[in-house]
């Protein structure tokens, strides 16, 4: 270990495991370290064994579950947009060889207690049971709009420049209805606030845009793609590729301690008596407690079940956002479901997450919304985990923080914060212009 890296990663979560790959691809020298004996970190993937150690004890679930070893679920479950920032990340760093995709059935937003299909074209507007006569209409001209807006043709701008104009603006030229608002700010912009309505309306028009190009490259019932086994498949497979580009792995390294000169700059990382020096650290919060804050909470039910989600057309994989101005609360409300069609469960089998940024002390009251969209489950289990942020100064201490993971369960905020980063650690934005087909010969196997 006595030689120098450019960067040296610690910990094998999702978004450590992107930026060695990607950052091994782009010529820098990486040593990938992890306390733990498995890849993953908090976002690795459990089978039916490990969750009932996890969160009963023991290591003994029922035998009507069937074969532990037929589980594989993951910790932080996240849909994959089937146009965005991570699957263009995979195409850019030639991941997708590693991983066979399948898209995902459904995609829902609660609205006045029901769930309903996220209508995302001109035609599905008309048909949508969200809206009524006369706000299809309008949606659907709004729709058409987005559809055709084209940035260097300037016939589709409407007279409308949207780094100027507010997303606000653009939704009232539309006479859209605040219920209209609502889901496609939620569920197809896939915002987790209002704040966006107030900004330049390029980023959600294209965000939009992002959503119905994703529904088109598959024709399913969503945008969105997910890995067969999982997405504990995805940090091996970045592991893999950075070790074909020289990176060097070590797993089940204990302690982990970041070292620091005499200016409060990282220049190594010390396990075993054997420090390895480096120029910048990258890391999650658990390995540089001090230099983070605690931001939020989040809790969820994980749950399993033997049927789909009710009222979703029986879909074998589902997403439903529950925006939070349809429960009261201050956050979104997000449902996952997947089955044994992605083999992350035996036959007859779905795994549920419900899950939210807490807002109280109490997530099984707070949860509610969510857990009764599921009908019958088999089995429940509560858990909460704190997110952190950064508070250290990068410029200063070369040590490169990711944030925790949110409650969403789609990748658009996880790949935002890899992007943000690697420009901060390299000094240079990702190009991301990657021939998008890359990826959808392995999802219609």
């Known amino acids: ?35 733990n004996d498995y890849y993953g970190g908090d976002s690795t993937s459990l089978n039916l064994n490990q969750l009932w ?12 579950l069937g074969s532990s070893k037929e589980y594989n679920i993951d910790m932080i479950p996240k849909f994959m947009m089937a146009n965005g920032g991570l699957v263009r990340v995979l195409i850019h760093t030639n991941v997708t060889k590693y991983l066979n995709f399948k ?18 074209t001109d035609v599905e507007a008309l048909k949508s049971p969200l809206m009524g006569l006369f706000e299809k209409r309008r949606a659907r001209k709004f729709f058409i709009y987005v559809q055709d807006y084209d940035e260097n043709d300037l016939k589709s701008h409407e007279k409308m420049d949207l780094n100027k104009v507010t997303a606000r603006d653009v939704i009232s030229k539309y006479g859209l209805d605040d219920n209209t608002v ?10 987790t606030d209002d704040v966006y309505l107030d900004n330049p309306a390029m980023d959600f028009i294209k965000k939009m845009k992002i959503y119905a190009e994703s529904l088109a490259r598959f024709q ?28 060097t792995y070590m797993l089940n390294k204990p302690e982990c ?46 749950c399993i079940m033997s049927h789909p989600i009710p009222n979703t057309s029986d879909s074998h994989s589902v997403q439903v956002i529950l925006p939070q101005k349809q429960l009261g609360r201050k956050s979104d409300m997000y449902v996952f479901c997947c089955s044994y069609s992605h083999n992350v469960a035996p036959k007859g089998k779905y795994i549920a997450f419900v899950s939210t940024e807490a807002e109280t002390d109490n997530p099984e009251t707070e949860l509610k919304p969510g857990i009764e969209l599921l009908g019958q489950v088999d089995e429940i289990f509560f858990d909460a985990y704190d997110r952190y942020e950064p508070a250290n ?27 943000a980063m690697y420009s901060r650690i390299t000094g240079k934005d990702l190009d991301l212009s990657v021939d998008l087909s890359a990826a959808s010969a392995v999802a219609e196997k």
Do not use: W
């Open 257 to 302: 301690k970041v070292e620091f000169d005499e200016n409060g700059k990282a220049f190594g990382v010390t396990s075993e008596g054997e420090t390895a020096k480096c120029k910048k650290v990258v890391c999650d919060p658990s390995y540089l407690p001090d230099k983070v804050k605690k931001v939020g909470k989040v809790a969820r039910a994980i």
């Open 103 to 120: 898209a995902v059935d459904g995609s829902y937003v609660y609205n006045k207690g029901k769930i309903h299909k996220v209508p995302a």
């Open 53 to 64: 150690k996890r969160f009963r004890g023991d290591d003994k679930p029922p035998e009507s």
């Open 1 to 35: 270990m006595d030689e120098e890296y450019d960067v040296i990663v610690l910990g094998t979560g999702l978004k450590e495991c992107i930026l060695s790959g990607v950052l091994s691809v782009n010529g820098q020298k990486v040593l990938h370290m992890d306390r």
């Open 220 to 247: 399913g019932g969503s945008p969105y793609i997910y890995p067969l086994y999982g997405l504990g498949e995805l940090p091996q497979a970045f592991a893999r590729l950075s070790a074909v580009y020289g990176g």
């Open 182 to 191: 609502d889901f496609i700010g939620h569920a197809l912009a896939l915002y």
């Open 393 to 419: 100064k990068q410029d200063e201490d070369h040590c490169f923080i990711s944030t925790s993971y949110d409650a969403t369960t789609h990748f658009e905020t996880t790949v935002h914060d890899v992007l």
